[in-house]
């Protein structure tokens, strides 16, 4: 049973998911939302972003929200900072993919007619532009490298993510993590969207140690999220508050579950835990 963060005193931080979380259905960050955080951050609280998005898709959301970090990216595979005044970041902990199983991966995808993102610090890079990869750099405002001979030489990848441009062809990406190398890891962050990361990469273990360094421990924090990819962190956490637009899998393994991202459901649930005592 997890220790009750509720209790006046014990709350210390937030750490909030980002898509389908943070951001409302038009992938903004809700007036009501910002004004909590800004409460909460006037309360003492820490709060963190932890994401399957990339640094660079992030930057905007920590300035427009001024937090300094430290921030999650990739699914847990990369923790940040932002340095100077945003334009760069600073690197705090990382584990990309071996390249070999990367490369794996690639054929795998390719073999499937699975659409693929391959994302290192310098940028993401596709073999082309389909309905998929637009979506995505659509959503993030970051636009792939177009690279037909993917990896190319490209870094080892932070992540690569598996896209299935309808809900219809997303039983590909099921089959496909049933084939992945061993030692790498697939977990969802969309129905549609398959993050492949080195094995042990999840946010939980990122968030401990990000929050280690902030002198937290994970029984003072609540975890907000949506989707696959975040139910280790509700897990981990004090208190573990599932969205109520989340997958069934992440509403059963939360402690609570708030209102969607369409309704405010961020704010609803950092009140609460504001009203509580914090």
């Known amino acids: 049973m997890k220790t009750n963060a509720d209790q006046k005193g014990q709350l210390r931080g937030i750490v909030l998911d980002v898509d389908g979380t943070l951001l409302d259905p038009g992938h903004r960050i809700a007036p009501a939302t910002a004004a909590a955080v800004r409460r909460a951050r006037s309360a003492g609280l820490h709060i963190l972003l932890a994401s399957g998005r990339s640094p660079r898709a992030m930057r905007d959301l920590l300035?427009?929200?001024?937090?300094?970090g430290?921030?999650?990216?990739?699914?847990?595979?990369?923790?940040?900072?932002?340095?100077?005044?945003?334009?760069?970041?600073?690197?705090l902990a990382e584990?990309?993919?071996?390249?070999?199983?990367?490369?794996?991966?690639?054929?795998?995808?390719?073999?499937?007619?699975i659409e693929l993102g391959w994302f290192a610090l310098d940028g993401w890079r596709a073999s082309g532009v389909g309905p998929g990869i637009a979506e995505e750099a659509a959503l993030t405002g970051e636009q792939a490298i177009v690279s037909p001979g993917l990896p190319d030489g490209a870094p080892p990848p932070y992540k690569l993510m598996c896209i299935a441009p309808t809900l219809e062809r997303a039983a590909a990406l099921h089959g496909l993590r049933t084939a992945l190398p061993p030692g790498v890891r697939g977990s969802f962050s969309h129905p549609r969207?398959?993050?492949?990361?080195?094995g042990g990469v999840d946010k939980a273990p990122a968030?401990?140690?990000a929050c280690a360094a902030l002198g937290l421990a994970p029984a003072q924090l609540a975890a907000i999220g949506d989707e696959e990819n975040d139910i280790g962190m509700l897990?981990?956490?004090?208190?573990?508050?599932a969205m109520g637009n989340a997958a069934p899998a992440v509403?059963?393994?939360?402690?609570?579950?708030t209102e969607t991202n369409?309704?405010?459901g961020v704010a609803l649930a950092i009140d609460r835990l504001l009203a509580a005592g914090g």
Do not use: K, M, W
């Not at 490369?103 to 795998?108: F, G, H, K, P, R």
């Not at 897990?235 to 573990?240: E, L, M």
């Open 63 to 68: 300035l427009e929200l001024d937090l300094d």
């Open 251 to 257: 509403i059963a393994a939360a402690d609570r579950v």
């Open 70 to 91: 430290p921030a999650i990216a990739f699914t847990g595979a990369l923790t940040f900072r932002l340095a100077g005044d945003g334009a760069a970041i600073r690197v």
């Open 95 to 113: 584990t990309p993919l071996a390249r070999a199983d990367a490369e794996a991966v690639v054929a795998l995808a390719a073999s499937r007619g």
């Open 207 to 209: 968030v401990r140690a």
């Open 193 to 198: 969207y398959l993050e492949i990361t080195a």
């Open 235 to 241: 897990s981990d956490a004090g208190i573990g508050i």
């Open 262 to 264: 369409a309704r405010d």
